[in-house]
């Protein structure tokens, strides 16, 4: 069990990724952790990276509301019911011209990046209303700014988490609960190994070829390190990330053009 002041975070998504770089590094910095993923093998990786004692971790889907009761209710447990944050991490990408992704692979898309969020904040306020300075972090990403193309679902859904977050972070400020989210550009994560539906060529080596950077997924965590003790809306992981809010923000045809150019000829 939790020591009675120790600090607590709940992780979905932290069998791979994002979500296991976060639990390494709040666990280094003295936090109990959460670790919930659909893939138990991914998340028995976790968990031996963590100390004993320090950490949770059980194998659900977040598009299952049950599920998330019940890793909720074992979470608080352990933890004195006590969440003082709750990272909505888990997601997943199809990528492909729109008519090429099948409709079954965009409801799949739909019902983890968005719907997961969703049953995620219903199942944990309980929770956090009773934490006080609890947080809500959600994974959106640069694809919460402009829109792109080859991934217009996944877009989609991130659009939906940013202004998830920010309708949630006004309403549950009279719980004292602040909500956040985090904007990545591209990261070393297992997504990038993905293949897109038009071609044969994995992201990651796409990207590679066309020189478009690519960030360390330690960067992530650190950016959700600082959203838990931070009063940002939005936290932009990298620099590109960065030049793509400013240009979203006050040139946002330049980008849009140089977008369409890009696919042009393909």
Same mark, same amino acid.
């Given at each position: 069990m939790a020591a009675p002041r120790q600090k607590c975070i709940f992780i979905t998504g932290a069998g791979s990724g994002i979500g296991r770089a976060t639990a390494q590094l709040f666990a280094e910095r003295g936090w109990f952790v959460g670790l919930f993923d659909v893939n138990q093998a991914g998340l028995d990786e976790t968990s031996a990276m963590l100390p004993e004692?320090?950490?949770?971790?059980?194998?659900?889907?977040?598009?299952?509301?049950?599920?998330?009761?019940?890793?909720?209710?074992?979470?608080?447990?352990a933890t004195g019911r006590r969440m003082?944050?709750?990272?909505?991490?888990?997601?997943?990408?199809?990528?492909?011209?729109?008519?090429?992704?099948?409709?079954?692979?965009?409801?799949?898309?739909?019902?983890?990046?968005? @719907?997961?969020?969703?049953? &995620?904040?219903?199942? $944990? +306020?309980?929770?956090?209303?009773?934490?006080? =300075?609890? !947080?809500?972090?959600?994974?959106?990403?640069?694809?919460?700014?402009?829109?792109?193309?080859?991934?217009?679902?996944?877009?989609?859904? @991130?659009?939906?988490?940013? &202004?998830?977050?920010? $309708? +949630?972070?006004?309403?549950?400020?009279?719980? =004292?609960? !602040?909500?956040?989210?985090?904007?990545?550009?591209?990261?070393?994560?297992?997504?990038?190994?993905?293949?897109?539906?038009?071609?044969?060529?994995?992201?990651?080596?796409?990207?590679?070829?066309?020189?478009?950077?690519?960030?360390?997924v330690r960067d992530v965590a650190e950016r959700a390190w600082a959203a838990a003790h931070g009063d940002k809306l939005f936290y932009m992981v990298g620099k590109a990330a960065e030049r793509a809010r400013f240009f979203e923000r006050f040139m946002p045809d330049a980008m849009r053009n140089q977008m369409r150019r890009s696919i042009k000829d393909d």
């Open positions: 004692g320090q950490r949770i971790s059980m194998a659900f889907d977040v598009r299952d509301r049950a599920g998330w009761a019940r890793a909720v209710d074992s979470f608080g447990q003082d944050v709750l990272f909505n991490n888990a997601g997943l990408a199809r990528g492909g011209w729109f008519e090429d992704v099948t409709p079954d692979d965009t409801d799949l898309v739909i019902d983890v990046n968005l @719907k997961g969020v969703i049953n &995620g904040v219903y199942a $944990a +306020l309980p929770l956090l209303r009773e934490t006080p =300075g609890a !947080r809500i972090i959600n994974t959106a990403s640069v694809a919460g700014l402009v829109g792109l193309p080859r991934a217009a679902a996944y877009t989609a859904t @991130k659009f939906a988490v940013r &202004g998830l977050t920010e $309708a +949630l972070d006004i309403e549950f400020s009279r719980y =004292g609960i !602040r909500v956040a989210s985090l904007m990545p550009w591209f990261i070393e994560t297992p997504l990038l190994d993905g293949v897109p539906a038009e071609s044969n060529q994995a992201m990651r080596q796409s990207l590679q070829t066309n020189k478009v950077p690519i960030y360390p």
